[in-house]
């Protein structure tokens, strides 16, 4: 636990899978981005080492410095390896076939659609995204690995508090090890343990409903809050295929029928306690667009704009659930100030479904009678967007999945707690995890690499099929993502292009990146380096793709 917050309490100690395969169900693609996002990108993208600012997830404020090591240092874990070799080899040869992903929808699928006419300019060839491995390689050795790394990891740029791991997930060697088992200031690779908890908790294919209910006064319509952040009004949505307001409001005026609505009451009593964590900078919350207020009723993330800026912030509503209530209250011509906040009654949770209310119109309304549903996009989905996009707010509102599968209580304690506790119902050593949210913009969590590592092990090596699903999100090397513009200067740092899929994390002082490789050797690598001491984030941004293009061009053997 961090210093200045004894108060927090301490943690206890106590579906639909998909495969890594992409020819295994649906979107479950490694190396493929499944989804287009509504991203508004600058016109000429500058290499990542020509400035220090910082994206999606930045803050400011005092670096409080690394844990001390009498309450940090913990036991590592192994995790289960047992024909990880195989597994891993039969499902990155698949990856070969699997292009490189991008803008161009007739890159994504092959499925699209042709085009009706030439184009002007063709296309240029996609490259493959983690190359496949046609045999497994010769083993790395941890002594040429040390060698090669030392020198790179004990870069000026990255400053005197890098803590570094990085395993053979085949063998499950540990390959590298500096500080691996201290937690140490994660900022935005979090994300991974949200991510793997998550699936973990409901599943690939989990939706989020958002319903409408009669209230108890006549011609009161509750919408409730059902914790889905890529909520849409219209069709203009941030997030292709989201669930929208306008639908849900079709299917209440019809189970509504000749009733006048004359007032839209606003439920958010899913999520509870504080809509803002510990340890956040008051900068990085709305309006400036870092993150919302976290409530379980919202649209496009809580933005006030349905575009993600890669540079800068995303403006957002100061109360989310509200500016969304209203939203519905519009396609419903209810006034604006005949919404308000307030919860169901209690005959929701057993009203009939949608379909029976809409099948017979305003025959005897009763309280808590559900009007209408919409489903989010599959859990999944969403969670290529949060790893993607770096959104935050994507982030806390799935990390509220892990208490309520639960049955626990959806908050920010509570969600960490359930985070811990998952994690060690998945075999990792949930002890090297203090966790505050479940975005890492909070300045007191704390994760080690080694635990990392053995997350993304894990992830990758199909003991675990439904975790592999991740992979489907984590940004590449060079092409997608917040790693779209790295990998570029040096010149040596292009080796790592589309061979690469890691997690950023970015903080004023803190430059974090964690995920999977293959070596020139065929060898899959998972790897966590945290630098926490940093004074120029281009520079140390720089730094750390240095360390990942030297495991991928090294053999080491």
């Known amino acids: 636990m961090p210093p200045g917050d004894p108060g927090r309490p301490a943690v206890p100690q106590d579906q639909q899978p998909t495969a890594l395969n992409p020819a295994v169900g649906g979107t479950g693609a490694y190396g493929k981005a499944s989804v287009p996002l509504n991203t508004a990108r600058p016109a000429s993208p500058a290499p990542s080492g020509a400035s220090s600012a910082t994206p999606s997830g930045a803050s400011g404020g005092a670096d409080p410095g690394p844990l001390p090591a009498d309450k940090s240092r913990f036991f590592g874990t192994k995790v289960v390896a047992a024909a990880a070799t195989v597994v891993v080899l039969v499902a990155l040869a ?10 161009i929808d007739g890159w994504l699928s092959a499925e699209s659609p042709a085009p009706t006419r030439p184009a002007i300019t063709p296309d240029p060839k996609p490259t493959p995204v983690l190359a496949a491995v046609a045999a497994q390689g010769e083993p790395p050795s941890a002594p040429a690995v040390k060698a090669a790394l030392d020198p790179l990891v004990g870069s000026a740029a990255l400053g005197d508090r890098v803590h570094a791991s990085v395993v053979d997930v085949a063998s499950q060697e540990l390959l590298y090890s500096r500080d691996a088992e201290v937690p140490t200031t994660p900022a935005s690779t979090t994300k991974l343990l949200t991510a ?28 409730i809050g059902g914790g889905d952040p890529t909520l849409a009004i219209n069709a203009k949505a941030q997030f292709p295929g989201a669930a929208r307001l306008d639908r849900l409001a079709a299917q209440v005026r019809k189970a509504m029928g000749g009733t006048p609505i004359t007032r839209v009451t606003v439920d958010i009593s899913l999520f509870s306690g504080p809509e803002t964590a510990k340890g956040w900078d008051s900068e990085d919350i709305s309006p400036l667009g870092q993150v919302s207020r976290i409530q379980a009723l919202m649209t496009n993330a809580g933005r006030i704009t349905p575009v993600h800026n890669e540079h800068g912030g995303d403006p957002r509503f100061s109360d989310p659930a509200l500016a969304a209530g209203r939203a519905f209250a519009n396609l419903l011509d209810v006034p604006s100030e005949r919404v308000g906040k307030g919860k169901a009654p209690a005959a929701a949770a057993a009203s009939a479904p949608a379909s029976a209310a809409a099948s017979a119109p305003a025959a005897g309304l009763t309280p808590g009678r559900e009007l209408g549903r919409v489903e989010s996009p599959p859990l999944v989905q969403i969670l290529d967007w949060m790893l993607q996009q770096s959104d935050n707010t994507l982030a806390e509102a799935i990390g509220r999945q892990v208490p309520l599968a639960a049955g626990a209580e959806a908050s920010f304690d509570g969600t960490a707690e359930a985070m811990i506790q998952k994690l060690r119902d998945l075999g990792l050593n949930g002890d090297e995890a203090d966790l505050y949210d479940a975005s ?13 590592v053995q997350t993304l092990s894990l992830a990758a090596n199909g003991t675990r099929p439904e975790l592999s699903a991740m992979f489907d999100g984590l940004p590449v090397a060079g092409w997608s993502g917040t790693l779209r513009t790295r990998f570029v200067t040096p010149s040596p740092n292009r080796t790592a292009q589309g061979v690469v899929r890691a997690k950023t994390g970015t903080l004023s002082g803190v430059n974090t990146l964690a995920g999977v490789l293959v070596t020139k050797d065929g060898r899959v690598l998972a790897f966590a380096l945290m630098a926490s001491a940093t004074s120029d984030a281009g520079a140390a941004k720089s730094a750390l793709d240095k360390v990942v293009a030297k495991l991928v061009a090294c053999g080491c053997a």
């Open 94 to 103: 698949v990856v070969g076939l699997v292009v490189r992903p991008g803008p």
């Open 440 to 452: 890492g913009l909070s300045r007191n969590n704390g994760i080690s690499p080694a635990l990392l």
């Open 196 to 223: 793997v908890t998550a699936l973990a908790a409901r599943g690939p294919a989990y939706r989020l409903a958002t319903r409408a209910v009669a209230g108890g006064r006549p011609g009161e319509v509750v919408i």
